[in-house]
């Protein structure tokens, strides 16, 4: 399982008529990457803490992490949302041994993830930065096809991805790109772990490789709890010299992760040698990584609502001048349907850039809108 123990980072519509902003209610600042869910339609918050939603939806479920849940049965424009608190006096340290529960988690994991064929409609959004300064953003829609919700590591290992997980590019609304860096780090090495990265079972098994190295550390801690629903906090000193932190909502009745959020240091691990599109070599630093998965209960059983990482701090050296890279990609699946049918036509080709791929033209309503800075840059500001 060594293989899997790091983490490497791959580098005309109708708008919505109304929008949302989710606030802090006790300072009122914005709330980013706030879920909403309204009739079989996910979306979520900007930077400035806005979210497009259609004009005919009636209700809206509103949450975000370390925020209580609001349920509205009419629009708003402003929605604040209420911290959670933990009353301090009552605090106790309790402890959690991760190691059996993600294991019982990965042994039963299509049992309380939803493991048929399905259809999402998924939005895309990707971005890069280089030496701290914005690159290329792009934000598309697609179709994403998917034969368990899970990764297949017999598929994957021999590198047939159409039978795990198939997609088609639709719109593309905005795609900017400056000069990248002083040099061009691009490479054709897309492999089965990045494939695997797309669902949460092979983040599991990474996590499980990483606390089973004979010199690795586990901590696990009870943040908080209340009803079925615990916090729960993870901290992992790798052999390999990763550290790894974060927070998962678990639902003790359910056993399932709903959220989860780590973040990978991987500074510690030693550069190596890669070699880009054209073959020249250069010296490749691991930096940190965030990754983050969210669920949502439908029809008694879970579903992908997000998929998200944040790389920063990756180092390309050559000729003596190093980069500095960071990037973030992240996948919202908007819609969820069951299906029967065994993929899509056109798909994405994987063993491209992802982006060289020509999108279907399919007009519907956005379900993304622009941050501010976002729109500067797309602005040429």
Known sequence: MKQISFLFILFSAVLYSQKIQVLDEDNSKAIANARIVSENQIVYTNEDGFAPVSAQNKSFEISAP???????????????LQ?????????????????????????????????EPSLYDVTLKSKSFNNNQLTMLVIAE?????????????????????????????????????????????????NHADMGDYFFNFEIQRLIANMKMKKSKTIGRLLGEKGDLQQIGINIKSENGIIIEGEMEYNKKDKVITFYEVNYQ???????????????????????????????????TYVSALKKTEADNFKITHDGITDVRKSSTEMIYNTFSKSDKKGLDP?????????????VKEDKETTILLSQKEQDFVNGN
């Open 66 to 80: 370390g925020y209580q849940t609001q349920k509205l049965s009419a629009f708003r424009n402003v929605v604040k």
């Open 83 to 115: 911290a959670k608190v933990t009353d301090i006096d009552e605090v106790k340290i309790v402890n959690v041994n991760l190691m059996p529960l993600f294991e019982d988690l990965s042994k039963n994991y299509h049992k309380r993830y939803y493991d």
């Open 142 to 190: 697609a179709k994403m096809w998917t034969k368990s919700n899970s990764y297949n590591y017999k598929d994957g290992i021999r590198k047939n991805y159409d039978n795990i997980l198939q997609m088609q590019l639709n719109n593309v609304k905005y795609f900017k790109k400056k000069k990248e860096g002083v040099f061009n780090s691009k490479s054709n090495d897309f």
């Open 266 to 300: 991987q500074s510690g691990y030693p550069p190596y040698k890669k070699k880009n599109t054209e073959g020249v070599e250069y010296d490749f630093q691991l930096g940190d990584v965030w990754v983050t998965f969210d669920f949502y209960k439908k029809d008694k």
């Open 347 to 359: 798909k994405v080709d994987f063993s491209k850039d992802f982006w060289d791929n020509v999108p």
